[in-house]
Every structure is written in structure tokens, then in C-alpha cells.
């Protein structure tokens, strides 16, 4: 028996979410993988998907787009990326429809686990570190940054600016964190022993903190618009806003003057619909490569707020609203003798930085232990 979660109507989850009971999915084919769940996240944008959604669908719409798990079987004749064999640990995203025991996935969006990694992290280990690299590059490609420029990233503790700033920190770029409160500034430092907090307004606290390098231009990073506090690029002559996430609704607030005075470029980057249709293959493996290193550097980072069973969907998605910037990790025994766990990792004490293998573009691996699942 398969259990899944899925709506047939929009409104708020815990309202319209529920997990249906069907037959175990078809042997996969050509091209596809079967996938046993033991785990997924819940992200921001998974409930955003299920509040928006219009008028009421015919048939029960899946829900979720990654999850991690163990591959049951693979498809004839069908190529699969390093490491991943029946048997192995493998996380598949971007997948329509992961919150489901059982997934039968296309076989090019499931990728082989580090050991190093428990399934309540390996959750987690494509969409927001993949989110990361994304936004580095983006970053990268602006020409003032790394010289006079610097990065501005609002919503900093929120689970992709963690790891934002870890790259960061990693290669020394100049970073400003945003964020809207001084709990959110003390938490900042908890993680951070370079992050400082700022009580002056959003304008002022930018000029001081970017004028340290003469800010002739800023690229910024902006997940949620109530953190901007007026409009886009308020402390540089010259800037790129990359949006990346839905966490507000308010609309962006830009005046005609801003744009043309101040050569101001407004972008938005979604990773789940148009990273696998616009990169090349070559890309995707070097991104989940870089991916897969973000995670084992930032597993700290990589906070799972508490695990719940299925059967406790309604729970944790309603922790989640009530704190949004955390994705928690929905823990799912499957199938085993009663009482089973999810894989737990043993400790992992790497001895020395490791090198750029697997065509990785950068490797922010940090010299402390990965933190084993208690």
C-alpha cells in the first residue's frame, strides 16, 4: 500500500491536505527509478502551491517536489547518475509529487547520498543548496561585485541565507545580512562570529556597512520583500536585485526614477522550473556536485526543527506557518519491522579541506564535525 498527500482545492493546508491510501506504483520503465520515502522536507513553497491553488481539480493533486529515500528498483536499460543502484540512498528533486512512500521519479533527478548524511538532512540536500549556487553565480555575474560591490541579501535566517552566507564566508565576499528583527540579528551571531546587527533603518544600515568598500554597486539577494523597507538598491549609485522566493506578498516598489537613475536591473531565478529546462547536463551534474559539497560543509546549517510522522502532517505543517523560514523534515517510517528508524549517520571528522572532484565549482566544506542525528 502506497500512502500520499494530496488536495483537490486551494485554501490553507492544514485545511485542504490530506493523505489518501492506493496500490504500491508499477514496476518503473525506461528512464524512471522507484523510490522508497523515508523522508521529506516541508518548504515554503510547497504550502504557497497548495494556498494559490484555483477552483477544485477532478482528480487529487500531489503535493511536495523532494524527498529522499531508497531506490527499490531502476527502469531497463536506464542511466542514472554516480552512485546511485538499487539499494542506495538517493534524494530525487525537482519531483512533482514527492510527499508519497513510494515515487517512481524520472531516473536523471535522483541523486546517490553522501554517508555522511542522516535522511532528515538528506532531505534537504538539493533544493535550497542548489538555490545557493544559484544565487552565488548570479551574484558572480554582476560586474561590480567582488571588485567595489557587494552582496545585500535579505532574509539572511531564513534557511537558504544561512547557507548564502556560509559560501560567502567561504570565499570572502562582502556580505550585508538583512534581517527584520534583533532576534533574528542575535541568532545571526550565534551561527556567525562576523555578523553584526545594525538598529539603524534598512538605508542608513546599508550605507555604513557597504561604505566600508565603496559601494559603487550592489548586487542584492531578496527572498521576501517586507525586509526591503522602501525601495530596491537604496545605498549604490548601480545594482541587480535577483528575487528568489515568495515568502511576502507584497508587491516589489520601484519608481521609474530608480530603475533609470541608477542603472538598477530587477531579476527573478526559480530553481525548480527553470534550472533542469535551462541548464545544460553538464551544468546540473556540476551544481549538484557543488550541491552535495554545501551540504556535507553546512550540515549545521541544515536545521531540522522536529520530525513527524505521517500521520502528523497536520502538525507540522502547522508549526511551519506559525515559523515559515525553517524547512522541517517530515519523517517517514516505511514499511520494516515496527518501531524502524530513518537512517542515522555516524559521526564525520574530516582531516583536511577536501579538493574540487566531480566538477564541483566551489567547495565550502568547513574543518568542523558534521553533527550525527541524535
Not at 55 to 82: R, S, W, Y
Not at 161 to 178: D, I, M, Q
Request: aromatic share 4%; proline share 7%; charged share 25%.
Amino acid at each position: 500500500m502506497n500512502r500520499r498527500v494530496v488536495h483537490t482545492r486551494g485554501g490553507s493546508p492544514a485545511d485542504v491536505l490530506t493523505v489518501i491510501e492506493e496500490p504500491e506504483p508499477a514496476a518503473p520503465e525506461r528512464g524512471q527509478a522507484l523510490i522508497r520515502t523515508t523522508a521529506f522536507p516541508v518548504h515554503p513553497g510547497d504550502l504557497q502551491a497548495v494556498g494559490a491553488y484555483s477552483g477544485a481539480a477532478a482528480e487529487p493533486v500531489p503535493v511536495g517536489v523532494e524527498a529522499t529515500g531508497v531506490a527499490a528498483a531502476i527502469g531497463p536499460d536506464t542511466h542514472v547518475a554516480p552512485g546511485v543502484e538499487i539499494g542506495s540512498r538517493v534524494t530525487v528533486f525537482p519531483q512533482p509529487g514527492a510527499w508519497s512512500q513510494w515515487i517512481v521519479a524520472d531516473a536523471e533527478v535522483a541523486v546517490a547520498v553522501p554517508d555522511e548524511l542522516s535522511d532528515e538532512v538528506a532531505a534537504q540536500l538539493l533544493a535550497n543548496p542548489l538555490t545557493t549556487v544559484m544565487l552565488r553565480c548570479e551574484a558572480q555575474d554582476y560586474l561590480a561585485f567582488g571588485y567595489d560591490g557587494c552582496l545585500v541579501q535579505t532574509a539572511a535566517g531564513s534557511s537558504v541565507g544561512r547557507l548564502v552566507t556560509g559560501v560567502c564566508r567561504f570565499h570572502s565576499f562582502a556580505l550585508v545580512n538583512v534581517v527584520r528583527s534583533e532576534r533574528g540579528a542575535a541568532e545571526l551571531r550565534k551561527r556567525s562570529r562576523t555578523c553584526r546587527s545594525c538598529r539603524q533603518s534598512i538605508r542608513a544600515g546599508l550605507r555604513r556597512s557597504a561604505g566600508r568598500r565603496r559601494a559603487d554597486g550592489e548586487c542584492g539577494l531578496r527572498p521576501d520583500r517586507r525586509e526591503a523597507g522602501g525601495e530596491p538598491s537604496g545605498s549604490a549609485d548601480a545594482g541587480r536585485e535577483a528575487g528568489h522566493g515568495l515568502i511576502a506578498e507584497e508587491p516589489i516598489p520601484v519608481h521609474a526614477s530608480t530603475l533609470l537613475s541608477k542603472s538598477l536591473t530587477l531579476r527573478g531565478k526559480n530553481i525548480v522550473g527553470g534550472w533542469r529546462s535551462e541548464a545544460s547536463a553538464e551544468r546540473r551534474a556540476s551544481d549538484i556536485a557543488t550541491a552535495k559539497q554545501i551540504a556535507l560543509g553546512l550540515t549545521d546549517q541544515l536545521d531540522v526543527a522536529a520530525a513527524y510522522g505521517l500521520d502528523e502532517l497536520a502538525e507540522a505543517v502547522g508549526r511551519h506557518r506559525r515559523c515559515p523560514s525553517t524547512a522541517w523534515s517530515l519523517s517517514l517510517i516505511v514499511g520494516g519491522a515496527p518501531g524502524a528508524r530513518p537512517y542515522r549517520c555516524a559521526p564525520f571528522r574530516p582531516t583536511k579541506r577536501p579538493s574540487r572532484r566531480e566538477g564541483s565549482q566551489w567547495c565550502p566544506r568547513q574543518d568542523s564535525n558534521l553533527r550525527p542525528s541524535a
